[in-house]
Protein backbone atom coordinates (compact mmCIF):
# COMPACT_ATOMS: atom_id res chain seq x y z
CA UNK A 1 0.00 0.00 0.00
CA UNK A 2 3.18 2.51 0.14
CA UNK A 3 5.56 1.26 -2.13
CA UNK A 4 6.13 4.62 -4.24
CA UNK A 5 8.03 2.12 -7.17
CA UNK A 6 4.42 -0.26 -7.27
CA UNK A 7 2.23 1.92 -9.54
CA UNK A 8 -0.65 0.07 -7.20
CA UNK A 9 0.14 1.05 -4.09
CA UNK A 10 -1.78 4.35 -2.52
CA UNK A 11 -1.18 7.48 -2.52
CA UNK A 12 -0.15 9.72 0.33
CA UNK A 13 -3.05 12.62 1.45
CA UNK A 14 -1.82 14.94 3.98
CA UNK A 15 -3.66 17.61 5.03
CA UNK A 16 -3.24 20.96 6.98
CA UNK A 17 -3.06 18.98 10.43
CA UNK A 18 -1.29 16.43 9.10
CA UNK A 19 1.64 18.21 7.97
CA UNK A 20 1.97 20.55 10.96
CA UNK A 21 2.29 16.73 12.42
CA UNK A 22 4.82 15.75 10.53
CA UNK A 23 6.47 18.46 10.72
CA UNK A 24 6.47 19.00 14.33
CA UNK A 25 8.06 22.13 16.51
CA UNK A 26 10.10 24.52 14.80
CA UNK A 27 10.68 25.43 11.40
CA UNK A 28 14.08 23.10 11.67
CA UNK A 29 12.82 20.68 9.18
CA UNK A 30 12.25 23.38 6.85
CA UNK A 31 15.14 25.29 7.03
CA UNK A 32 17.37 21.82 6.61
CA UNK A 33 15.58 20.94 3.48
CA UNK A 34 15.85 24.51 2.27
CA UNK A 35 19.81 24.52 2.76
CA UNK A 36 19.92 21.57 0.99
CA UNK A 37 18.35 21.90 -1.73
CA UNK A 38 20.10 25.54 -2.53
CA UNK A 39 23.07 23.83 -2.39
CA UNK A 40 21.86 21.13 -4.98
CA UNK A 41 20.65 24.18 -7.17
CA UNK A 42 24.02 25.98 -6.85
CA UNK A 43 25.65 22.38 -7.89
CA UNK A 44 23.28 22.15 -10.98
CA UNK A 45 21.38 19.11 -9.28
CA UNK A 46 17.64 20.39 -10.27
CA UNK A 47 15.58 20.59 -13.18
CA UNK A 48 13.57 23.83 -12.63
CA UNK A 49 11.38 25.03 -15.99
CA UNK A 50 10.00 28.81 -15.78
CA UNK A 51 6.39 28.91 -13.85
CA UNK A 52 3.83 30.19 -15.84
CA UNK A 53 1.20 32.06 -14.34
CA UNK A 54 -1.90 31.76 -14.58
CA UNK A 55 -4.39 35.00 -14.95
CA UNK A 56 -7.45 35.39 -16.93
CA UNK A 57 -9.17 38.49 -15.69
CA UNK A 58 -8.21 41.97 -17.78
CA UNK A 59 -6.07 44.63 -15.15
CA UNK A 60 -6.67 41.90 -12.34
CA UNK A 61 -4.55 42.92 -9.12
CA UNK A 62 -0.78 41.92 -8.99
CA UNK A 63 -1.81 39.12 -6.60
CA UNK A 64 -4.86 37.36 -8.52
CA UNK A 65 -2.83 34.84 -9.95
CA UNK A 66 -2.48 30.80 -10.02
CA UNK A 67 0.98 29.36 -10.53
CA UNK A 68 2.43 26.16 -11.60
CA UNK A 69 5.97 25.32 -9.93
CA UNK A 70 6.88 21.84 -11.14
CA UNK A 71 10.84 20.94 -10.02
CA UNK A 72 13.23 17.52 -9.63
CA UNK A 73 15.60 18.21 -6.83
CA UNK A 74 18.17 15.33 -7.34
CA UNK A 75 20.87 14.37 -4.69
CA UNK A 76 20.57 11.03 -2.67
CA UNK A 77 17.18 11.12 -2.21
CA UNK A 78 16.06 12.77 -5.39
CA UNK A 79 11.92 13.31 -6.01
CA UNK A 80 9.64 15.27 -8.45
CA UNK A 81 6.88 17.53 -7.87
CA UNK A 82 4.69 20.37 -8.64
CA UNK A 83 3.70 23.07 -6.21
CA UNK A 84 -0.22 24.51 -7.46
CA UNK A 85 -1.06 27.68 -5.64
CA UNK A 86 -3.76 29.90 -5.94
CA UNK A 87 -3.86 33.58 -5.07
CA UNK A 88 -6.48 36.28 -4.73
CA UNK A 89 -5.58 39.31 -3.24
CA UNK A 90 -9.09 39.93 -1.53
CA UNK A 91 -10.24 36.71 0.10
CA UNK A 92 -9.13 37.68 3.31
CA UNK A 93 -11.89 40.49 3.20
CA UNK A 94 -14.64 38.61 0.82
CA UNK A 95 -14.23 35.47 1.93
CA UNK A 96 -12.44 35.41 5.16
CA UNK A 97 -9.92 32.81 3.30
CA UNK A 98 -6.09 33.28 3.51
CA UNK A 99 -5.36 34.96 0.59
CA UNK A 100 -2.80 32.27 -0.83
CA UNK A 101 -4.18 28.20 -1.20
CA UNK A 102 -2.18 25.69 -2.67
CA UNK A 103 -1.24 21.88 -2.93
CA UNK A 104 1.59 19.90 -3.75
CA UNK A 105 2.09 16.99 -5.69
CA UNK A 106 5.19 14.42 -4.79
CA UNK A 107 6.25 12.35 -8.12
CA UNK A 108 8.34 9.31 -7.79
CA UNK A 109 11.09 9.95 -9.65
CA UNK A 110 11.68 6.63 -11.59
CA UNK A 111 8.18 5.66 -12.30
CA UNK A 112 7.02 9.47 -12.08
CA UNK A 113 4.07 7.98 -11.09
CA UNK A 114 2.12 10.38 -7.79
CA UNK A 115 3.02 9.19 -4.53
CA UNK A 116 2.02 12.22 -2.17
CA UNK A 117 -0.48 14.89 -2.69
CA UNK A 118 -0.46 17.54 0.39
CA UNK A 119 -2.06 20.78 1.50
CA UNK A 120 0.82 23.03 0.25
CA UNK A 121 0.44 26.79 1.53
CA UNK A 122 1.82 25.96 4.80
CA UNK A 123 4.66 24.26 3.22
CA UNK A 124 4.76 27.43 1.14
CA UNK A 125 4.84 29.96 3.70
CA UNK A 126 7.37 27.97 6.03
CA UNK A 127 9.64 27.76 3.28
CA UNK A 128 9.66 30.99 2.44
CA UNK A 129 10.41 32.22 6.34
CA UNK A 130 13.38 29.11 5.69
CA UNK A 131 14.83 30.61 2.73
CA UNK A 132 15.30 33.91 4.68
CA UNK A 133 16.50 32.56 7.58
CA UNK A 134 19.29 30.21 5.70
CA UNK A 135 19.77 33.90 4.09
CA UNK A 136 19.89 36.02 7.09
CA UNK A 137 23.39 33.30 8.45
CA UNK A 138 25.25 34.35 5.44
CA UNK A 139 23.88 38.03 4.91
CA UNK A 140 23.01 39.56 8.42
CA UNK A 141 25.06 40.93 10.26
CA UNK A 142 25.87 38.37 12.93
CA UNK A 143 24.11 39.19 16.17
CA UNK A 144 21.60 41.27 14.77
CA UNK A 145 19.04 42.83 17.26
CA UNK A 146 16.51 44.30 15.43
CA UNK A 147 13.68 42.91 13.03
CA UNK A 148 11.53 44.85 11.28
CA UNK A 149 8.42 42.94 9.27
CA UNK A 150 6.57 45.11 6.81
CA UNK A 151 3.43 43.09 5.93
CA UNK A 152 1.94 41.09 8.22
CA UNK A 153 -0.28 38.17 6.68
CA UNK A 154 0.52 34.62 6.77
CA UNK A 155 3.57 35.51 5.22
CA UNK A 156 4.99 37.93 7.22
CA UNK A 157 3.87 36.04 10.06
CA UNK A 158 5.93 33.22 9.95
CA UNK A 159 8.92 35.11 8.48
CA UNK A 160 9.09 37.11 12.10
CA UNK A 161 8.45 33.57 13.90
CA UNK A 162 10.91 31.31 11.94
CA UNK A 163 13.70 34.63 12.33
CA UNK A 164 13.24 34.88 16.05
CA UNK A 165 13.79 30.93 16.29
CA UNK A 166 16.87 30.95 14.61
CA UNK A 167 18.40 34.06 15.63
CA UNK A 168 17.65 34.93 19.39
CA UNK A 169 20.27 37.97 19.56
CA UNK A 170 17.05 39.35 18.37
CA UNK A 171 15.79 41.80 21.14
CA UNK A 172 13.38 44.19 19.00
CA UNK A 173 10.82 43.57 16.15
CA UNK A 174 9.38 46.57 14.41
CA UNK A 175 6.47 45.83 12.46
CA UNK A 176 3.87 48.02 10.26
CA UNK A 177 0.93 46.89 7.91
CA UNK A 178 -1.49 49.22 6.55
CA UNK A 179 -4.39 46.76 8.03
CA UNK A 180 -3.63 47.97 11.80
CA UNK A 181 -5.70 44.81 12.98
CA UNK A 182 -2.97 42.44 11.25
CA UNK A 183 -0.06 44.36 13.07
CA UNK A 184 -1.74 44.12 16.38
CA UNK A 185 -2.12 40.33 15.84
CA UNK A 186 1.15 39.62 15.06
CA UNK A 187 2.35 42.23 17.78
CA UNK A 188 0.16 39.46 20.31
CA UNK A 189 1.41 36.35 18.95
CA UNK A 190 5.31 37.35 19.19
CA UNK A 191 4.30 38.87 22.75
CA UNK A 192 2.79 35.50 23.97
CA UNK A 193 5.66 33.48 22.50
CA UNK A 194 8.75 35.58 22.79
CA UNK A 195 7.89 37.47 26.02
CA UNK A 196 11.71 38.69 26.48
CA UNK A 197 11.59 40.38 22.79
CA UNK A 198 10.54 44.06 22.90
CA UNK A 199 7.56 43.97 19.80
CA UNK A 200 6.49 47.56 18.64
CA UNK A 201 4.08 49.08 16.25
CA UNK A 202 5.67 51.46 13.71
CA UNK A 203 3.89 54.49 13.11
CA UNK A 204 4.28 53.79 9.05
CA UNK A 205 6.66 51.96 6.83
CA UNK A 206 9.77 54.19 6.75
CA UNK A 207 9.94 54.49 10.30
CA UNK A 208 9.58 50.30 10.17
CA UNK A 209 12.26 50.01 7.74
CA UNK A 210 14.36 52.46 9.45
CA UNK A 211 14.78 50.52 12.62
CA UNK A 212 15.64 47.49 11.24
CA UNK A 213 18.86 45.74 10.73
CA UNK A 214 17.36 42.82 8.98
CA UNK A 215 14.26 44.20 7.11
CA UNK A 216 11.44 42.25 5.59
CA UNK A 217 8.68 42.64 3.20
CA UNK A 218 5.54 40.37 3.17
CA UNK A 219 3.13 43.07 1.57
CA UNK A 220 0.86 42.87 -1.71
CA UNK A 221 2.07 45.80 -3.10
CA UNK A 222 2.30 46.20 -6.93
CA UNK A 223 4.50 49.57 -6.76
CA UNK A 224 7.63 50.11 -5.17
CA UNK A 225 7.93 51.87 -1.86
CA UNK A 226 10.75 51.25 -0.31
CA UNK A 227 14.02 53.55 -1.18
CA UNK A 228 17.55 53.04 -0.69
CA UNK A 229 17.38 56.36 1.50
CA UNK A 230 15.40 54.29 4.02
CA UNK A 231 18.25 51.38 4.51
CA UNK A 232 20.56 52.05 6.98
CA UNK A 233 24.40 50.62 6.87
CA UNK A 234 24.46 47.04 7.58
CA UNK A 235 21.02 45.99 6.99
CA UNK A 236 19.65 43.00 5.42
CA UNK A 237 16.73 43.44 3.28
CA UNK A 238 14.69 40.23 2.57
CA UNK A 239 12.37 41.45 -0.36
CA UNK A 240 9.89 38.70 -0.32
CA UNK A 241 6.83 40.24 -1.94
CA UNK A 242 9.42 41.06 -4.87
CA UNK A 243 7.70 44.34 -5.72
CA UNK A 244 8.27 46.61 -2.41
CA UNK A 245 11.91 47.74 -3.18
CA UNK A 246 12.69 50.91 -5.39
CA UNK A 247 15.24 50.48 -8.36
CA UNK A 248 17.58 52.49 -6.70
CA UNK A 249 17.81 49.60 -3.68
CA UNK A 250 18.63 47.02 -6.49
CA UNK A 251 21.33 49.84 -7.72
CA UNK A 252 22.84 50.99 -4.26
CA UNK A 253 23.28 47.83 -2.80
CA UNK A 254 26.41 47.15 -1.89
CA UNK A 255 25.15 43.23 -3.18
CA UNK A 256 22.05 42.20 -4.94
CA UNK A 257 21.61 38.25 -4.27
CA UNK A 258 18.27 36.17 -5.61
CA UNK A 259 17.29 33.17 -5.86
CA UNK A 260 17.64 32.06 -9.31
CA UNK A 261 18.60 34.94 -11.74
CA UNK A 262 16.33 33.11 -14.80
CA UNK A 263 13.12 33.31 -12.33
CA UNK A 264 13.58 36.81 -11.41
CA UNK A 265 14.35 38.28 -14.17
CA UNK A 266 10.87 37.94 -15.93
CA UNK A 267 7.13 38.77 -15.44
CA UNK A 268 7.99 42.43 -15.29
CA UNK A 269 9.23 42.53 -11.64
CA UNK A 270 12.04 45.17 -10.92
CA UNK A 271 14.94 43.40 -11.61
CA UNK A 272 13.18 42.57 -14.96
CA UNK A 273 12.27 46.19 -15.48
CA UNK A 274 16.16 47.40 -14.75
CA UNK A 275 17.30 44.91 -17.15
CA UNK A 276 14.71 45.67 -19.84
CA UNK A 277 15.99 49.29 -19.07
CA UNK A 278 19.45 48.30 -19.24
CA UNK A 279 20.77 48.97 -15.95
CA UNK A 280 20.95 46.22 -14.41
CA UNK A 281 22.58 42.86 -15.86
CA UNK A 282 23.02 38.84 -14.50
CA UNK A 283 27.17 40.34 -14.14
CA UNK A 284 25.69 43.20 -11.50
CA UNK A 285 23.85 40.71 -9.42
CA UNK A 286 26.33 39.54 -6.58
CA UNK A 287 25.14 35.69 -6.35
CA UNK A 288 22.19 32.82 -6.16
CA UNK A 289 21.90 32.13 -2.65
CA UNK A 290 23.04 28.60 -3.53
CA UNK A 291 26.11 29.79 -4.65
CA UNK A 292 26.67 31.30 -0.80
CA UNK A 293 25.21 28.40 0.79
CA UNK A 294 28.09 25.83 -1.03
CA UNK A 295 30.90 28.68 -0.53
CA UNK A 296 31.80 29.50 -3.95
CA UNK A 297 30.77 32.98 -3.37
CA UNK A 298 30.95 35.19 -0.48
CA UNK A 299 28.46 36.26 2.08
CA UNK A 300 28.46 39.74 3.94
CA UNK A 301 31.96 41.02 4.36
CA UNK A 302 31.72 43.84 6.12
CA UNK A 303 29.38 45.62 8.48
CA UNK A 304 28.91 48.42 6.46
CA UNK A 305 27.06 46.61 3.54
CA UNK A 306 23.64 47.16 2.76
CA UNK A 307 22.48 43.71 0.82
CA UNK A 308 19.28 43.41 -0.74
CA UNK A 309 18.08 39.57 -0.86
CA UNK A 310 15.22 39.43 -3.68
CA UNK A 311 13.66 35.48 -3.43
CA UNK A 312 11.12 35.45 -6.37
CA UNK A 313 10.54 31.73 -4.75
CA UNK A 314 11.65 28.39 -6.36
CA UNK A 315 9.55 25.09 -7.15
CA UNK A 316 13.17 23.18 -5.98
CA UNK A 317 12.40 23.90 -2.48
CA UNK A 318 8.74 23.39 -2.40
CA UNK A 319 9.25 19.82 -3.63
CA UNK A 320 12.19 19.71 -1.42
CA UNK A 321 10.44 20.53 1.78
CA UNK A 322 7.31 18.60 0.90
CA UNK A 323 9.86 15.53 0.38
CA UNK A 324 11.12 16.06 3.81
CA UNK A 325 7.27 15.96 5.43
CA UNK A 326 6.15 13.03 3.06
CA UNK A 327 9.09 11.17 4.32
CA UNK A 328 8.43 12.30 8.19
CA UNK A 329 4.83 11.23 7.49
CA UNK A 330 5.72 7.89 6.38
CA UNK A 331 7.51 7.44 9.28
CA UNK A 332 5.32 8.63 11.97
CA UNK A 333 2.17 7.26 9.72
CA UNK A 334 0.35 10.04 9.17
CA UNK A 335 -2.23 10.93 6.36
CA UNK A 336 -4.36 8.72 4.26
CA UNK A 337 -3.63 6.71 1.64
CA UNK A 338 -5.56 7.06 -1.33
CA UNK A 339 -6.30 4.19 -3.74
CA UNK A 340 -5.36 5.49 -7.43
N1 LIG B 1 9.15 35.31 -2.56
C1 LIG B 1 8.51 34.23 -2.19
O1 LIG B 1 9.02 33.11 -2.25
C2 LIG B 1 7.11 34.34 -1.67
C3 LIG B 1 6.45 33.20 -1.21
C4 LIG B 1 5.16 33.33 -0.70
C5 LIG B 1 4.53 34.57 -0.68
N2 LIG B 1 5.21 35.65 -1.16
C6 LIG B 1 4.58 36.97 -1.14
O2 LIG B 1 4.38 37.39 0.20
C7 LIG B 1 3.37 38.40 0.22
C8 LIG B 1 2.49 38.27 1.45
O3 LIG B 1 1.75 37.07 1.41
P1 LIG B 1 0.51 36.82 2.43
O4 LIG B 1 -0.02 35.49 2.10
O5 LIG B 1 0.93 37.12 3.81
O6 LIG B 1 -0.50 37.94 1.89
P2 LIG B 1 -1.73 38.63 2.63
O7 LIG B 1 -2.47 39.37 1.59
O8 LIG B 1 -2.46 37.63 3.46
O9 LIG B 1 -1.06 39.65 3.65
C9 LIG B 1 -0.38 40.79 3.21
C10 LIG B 1 -0.43 41.83 4.30
O10 LIG B 1 0.30 42.98 3.83
C11 LIG B 1 -0.47 44.15 4.13
N3 LIG B 1 -0.11 45.15 3.13
C12 LIG B 1 -0.46 45.21 1.83
N4 LIG B 1 0.14 46.26 1.23
C13 LIG B 1 0.89 46.86 2.18
C14 LIG B 1 1.77 47.97 2.17
N5 LIG B 1 2.00 48.67 1.06
N6 LIG B 1 2.41 48.31 3.32
C15 LIG B 1 2.17 47.61 4.47
N7 LIG B 1 1.37 46.53 4.53
C16 LIG B 1 0.74 46.16 3.39
C17 LIG B 1 -1.93 43.70 4.07
O11 LIG B 1 -2.76 44.55 4.83
C18 LIG B 1 -1.85 42.29 4.64
O12 LIG B 1 -2.03 42.27 6.05
C19 LIG B 1 2.65 38.27 -1.13
O13 LIG B 1 3.00 39.36 -1.97
C20 LIG B 1 3.18 36.99 -1.72
O14 LIG B 1 3.19 36.99 -3.13
C21 LIG B 1 6.47 35.56 -1.63
Sequence with gaps: MNDPRDPSSGLLYLSRA???????????????????????HARGAVAQPLKPYLRWRANSHIADRIIAMPAHVGGEQPMAGLKWIGSKHDNPERHGLERASALIVL??????????????????AARTAAVTAVAARYLAQP????????????????QVFTLLEHFPSVTTVWLYDVKESAAIALTQGVAAHHPKVDVQIAAD??????AGDVIVTATVAD?????????RPGSLLCNVSIMDAAKDVFLSADKVVVDDWDQCNREGKIIHQLTT???????????????????SRPGRESDEEVILLNPMGM??????????IYYRARQAKIGTWLSR
Excluded at 18 to 40: C, I, M, N, P, Y
Excluded at 280 to 294: D, K, N, P, Y
Excluded at 315 to 324: E, M
Aim: charged share 15%.
Design 18 to 40: DVVAAAGAGSGVFVDAVSEALAL
Design 107 to 124: NDPETHYPVAVMEGSLIS
Design 143 to 158: GFRSLTCVGCGPIGTS
Design 205 to 210: SESAVR
Design 223 to 231: EPWLPAAWL
Design 277 to 295: EGSFSREQLHAELGEIVIG
Design 315 to 324: AVIDVACAKA
